[in-house]
């Protein structure tokens, strides 16, 4: 079964970390298995040459941007090479379109179109590690581009799912998926396994680990994702991303997230009719606005509150895209609020039990916690509450849902 | 008519010099013919790669060398486009692959195999300005390439040659070629043209503005080069390398070259016998060392002082190598001689006028100077001195030859 790792930025951010990362995979390789290793740009390398760009250009253009950030994975793809051969073991590195990864020519968020093995199958016929730069592919004009955001995560589980994997290892700086984020409520575990939906949930509210985009394609082609620590020992446990989490009981919380960036707009009192939403969340969409959580409350004679979220980076142009809008639809007014953050419960199956949600809610409000807006999923709570009662939630709602507590199985 | 040019490192070497690139070649575009524009990797980018490969490894696979040193001109060529279009015109950069260029698969001293311009011209009939990342190639495994010394240089001249360029513009951090090196001589002028061989021997003996390499490959497609500065306003003159300089009689010096880059060895009181040279000649060459200039001075009693000249990084290695050779050849001892600067005289014609060797020497004994050695070619006569008195010769030739002195037509 072929092994297919990837590390990130900061596990190959020094000459020395990239040294320690090269003795991992010699030592793993020394096993005989044929391994293919997704590598990411070294440290900052990205935000350099991103502020490169934006020194020569304030708009540059997304051809060139991708051609400039693809170098990053190049650099440390072929030093890692370098320096895995220089621990004894046959090892060569490849850009995305040496990899035969192909992909769709949306410059700046690219998506695979399919991977053609070929040569990385040629490589370990030959013997050699193979190291991939993450991030990157090709177009069909041979152009570099390059995959967006978790972009390396994305490369490797796809290359997983193309090198028929048994699971793809992410290595990274934290040493898996906890209860919590361990800096906000040190009692955080470390959970053995996670379903990916969770995972998608999760992530989705905030949880920065994994990007969704690659948990959805393990989740697509059925690959299991293991979360691990690159500092660690070698062989520390992490957590696995499943599709499926058969060991553990289901009905419970797995993991609180906290999501910081969080703003909201609010159209009050809008007269009800059929089509509000559109007509507010097309332009919205058109204008490269991601709207997440919407909320529409009926109220008295006919009027409606809207409520609905974006990121801090998005509020200055979501409300001069609502603003006319607002007034087109005949709302009283549009509010806006960006000192708020997204508290999130989840865990598989909890809507069928009702029980999690009055305790997140008691919870809360025995400590005096106002919550400003609710929504769930079939396995999430979220609530939206101040900013500044954000991390006291987290650790009220960590102990009142047990999660310091180990698994009873 | 197609324009090519190619800026050097220096020109490139920050953001304000790139931009200030930028302009001149969105100036330059205006006018309306297709460009096809060359660049090194900024300042002292390829510098940096090795620096991060030798932290790596002793001896980096030169596969994966080449794929990083690759990137440098990646990064420029992208940011240069960016920073043309900034200025309203239309720019694509290219990597060497995407440019066409493809090499045989000698890493890192790749030789261009052909040029495939079919994605130039395609982009010349879109309105675009080509940037290419100089120095690199693709080979036949679709592996990045660079082609060693010199190396933008040579993309220029050959995609010069594949775009039928009427000449291509170097565009350095150096106003010309000089009758000698300003540095050394303040008196020393700007020559308006220089033949390509002559340019080639200037090359060979130490004058550092083109590589040979690439002044040959403009002689063998007859186009002629203009060597300019990118920090001279716009359209100042530069020199031209032509394959025949016609308008100025041929018999004189045209510059004087030094090179301070000068260690010998001398085989002393050989057995004069055939095949000596292969004997001695034939392993230095399999150790890559590079033998420059080779003197056999026939001596008494059929005893015969061989005196050969490496650079001086080959010395230690050329010793170790010429030691054994020596004994096995019977010669009486190994001398070595570290401390040697060699001044050459340059210019079409001077076999041809034996005046010319004896003002030189003359000149020299005048003031002392000692000669070690001489060799001559067609176009050449080349000595080698004690190194603190090369300035001095250097000056004394330029003043004595009357190089000072504006040409008289």
Same mark, same amino acid.
């Given at each position: 079964m072929t092994v297919v790792q990837k590390y990130g930025g900061t596990s190959v951010g020094s000459i020395e970390r990239l040294q320690a990362v090269a003795a991992r995979i010699a030592h793993r390789a020394a096993q005989g298995r044929p391994m293919a290793v997704v590598v990411s740009a070294m440290g900052k390398t990205t935000d350099e040459l991103v502020a490169?760009?934006?020194?020569?250009?304030?708009?540059?253009?997304?051809?060139?941007?991708?051609?400039?950030?693809?170098?990053? +994975?190049i650099v440390s793809s072929a030093l890692l090479a370098m320096a895995v051969r220089e621990l004894g073991h046959g090892a060569v590195a490849l850009t995305g379109?040496?990899?035969?990864?192909?992909?769709?020519?949306?410059?700046?968020?690219?998506?695979?179109?399919?991977?053609d093995t070929e040569r990385i199958q040629r490589e370990f016929a030959a013997g050699n590690v193979v190291?991939?730069?993450?991030?990157?592919? =090709?177009?069909?004009?041979?152009?570099?581009?390059?995959?967006?955001?978790?972009?390396?995560?994305?490369?490797?589980v796809a290359l997983g799912a193309a090198l028929h994997a048994q699971q793809v290892e992410i290595y990274t700086d934290v040493e898996g998926i906890y209860t919590t984020d361990p800096r906000i409520e040190p009692d955080a575990r470390r959970l053995a396994d996670i379903a990916a939906e969770e995972m998608l949930e999760a992530a989705a509210q905030g949880a920065g680990v994994?990007?969704?985009?690659?948990?959805?394609?393990?989740?697509?082609?059925?690959?299991p994702i293991v979360v691990a620590?690159?500092?660690?020992?070698?062989?520390?446990?992490?957590?696995?991303?499943?599709?499926?989490?058969?060991?553990?009981?289901?009905?419970?919380v797995r993991t609180i997230a906290l999501d910081r960036d969080v703003a909201s707009l609010t159209l009050r009192q809008v007269p009800d009719r059929p089509g509000i939403a559109a007509q507010l969340f097309g332009p919205l969409a058109d204008a490269?606005?991601?709207?997440?959580?919407?909320?529409?409350?009926?109220?008295?004679?006919?009027?409606?509150?809207?409520?609905?979220?974006?990121?801090?980076?998005?509020?200055?142009?979501?409300?001069?895209?609502a603003a006319p809008l607002a007034r087109e639809l005949g709302a009283a007014e549009l509010l806006h609020d960006h000192d708020l953050v997204k508290v999130s419960l989840i865990g598989t199956g909890m809507q069928s039990a009702p029980g999690y949600a009055a305790l997140m809610f008691?919870?809360?409000?025995?400590?005096?916690?106002?919550?400003?807006?609710?929504?769930t999923?079939?396995?999430?709570?979220?609530?939206?509450?101040?900013? +500044?009662?954000? +991390?006291? =939630?987290?650790?009220?709602?960590?102990?009142?849902?047990?999660?310091?507590?180990?698994?009873?199985?």
């Open positions: 490169l760009a934006g020194a020569v250009s304030a708009r540059p253009p997304r051809r060139e941007m991708d051609m400039l950030l693809a170098t990053g +994975e379109a040496q990899a035969g990864v192909f992909t769709d020519d949306t410059f700046g968020r690219a998506r695979i179109r399919g991977i190291i991939i730069a993450g991030f990157q592919g =090709a177009s069909g004009e041979a152009d570099f581009t390059t995959l967006g955001r978790g972009g390396s995560d994305t490369s490797a994994m990007h969704p985009r690659a948990v959805e394609l393990g989740l697509l082609y059925d690959i620590s690159s500092f660690a020992a070698d062989g520390a446990a992490g957590t696995v991303i499943r599709k499926e989490v058969l060991m553990e009981p289901e009905d419970r490269g606005i991601s709207v997440d959580t919407i909320v529409q409350n009926a109220g008295e004679d006919r009027l409606t509150d809207l409520t609905f979220t974006v990121s801090h980076a998005d509020l200055e142009q979501a409300r001069e895209v008691r919870t809360l409000s025995d400590a005096d916690i106002n919550i400003e807006l609710i929504t999923s079939e396995i999430r709570i979220t609530v939206l509450l101040r900013s +500044e009662q954000g +991390e006291q =939630a987290v650790q009220l709602l960590h102990r009142a849902f047990a999660l310091d507590q180990p698994v009873s199985t």
